[in-house]
């Protein structure tokens, strides 16, 4: 098992920028993805971004492409989330997970650890 642990959220205006961080410990030697997700009320989980572990190939949701920056630290066990040009519509909350076992491209129903959150709220 992997534990996430995310940090970084905040409040900030339309326009502005954050950077998330997730750090993971456990049996962090199993993953194959990271990957950030977020969640805003009354809406579905999407995946924002992701990064195999491996390899270090890049994942965005349209909606971010341009604007967010995944990247792993040198160690690989600490995730990072650059948000740039933040619009009121990324407000949510942000969950890292990852995904233990082999490759799949990272793909969204592959997740087998999740973090606890952390907020972000953009305001116009």
């Known amino acids: 098992q992997v534990q996430l642990a995310e940090s970084g959220g905040g409040s900030v205006q339309s326009g502005g920028s954050l950077k998330l961080s997730c750090a993971a410990s456990g049996y962090t030697a199993s993953m194959s993805c990271m990957g950030w997700f977020r969640q805003a009320p009354g809406e579905e989980r999407e995946r924002v971004a992701a990064?195999?572990?491996?390899?270090?190939?890049?994942y965005y949701a349209d909606s971010v492409k341009g604007r967010f920056t995944i990247s792993q630290g040198n160690a690989g066990n600490m995730m990072y989330l650059q948000m740039n040009s933040l619009k009121s519509e990324d407000t949510a909350m942000y969950y890292c997970?990852?995904?233990?076992?082999?490759?799949?491209?990272?793909?969204?129903?592959?997740?087998?650890?999740w973090g606890q959150g952390t907020q972000v709220t953009v305001s116009s």
């Open positions: 990064i195999a572990t491996g390899s270090g190939s890049v």
């Open positions: 997970a990852a995904s233990r076992g082999p490759n799949r491209g990272c793909q969204s129903a592959f997740y087998n650890d």
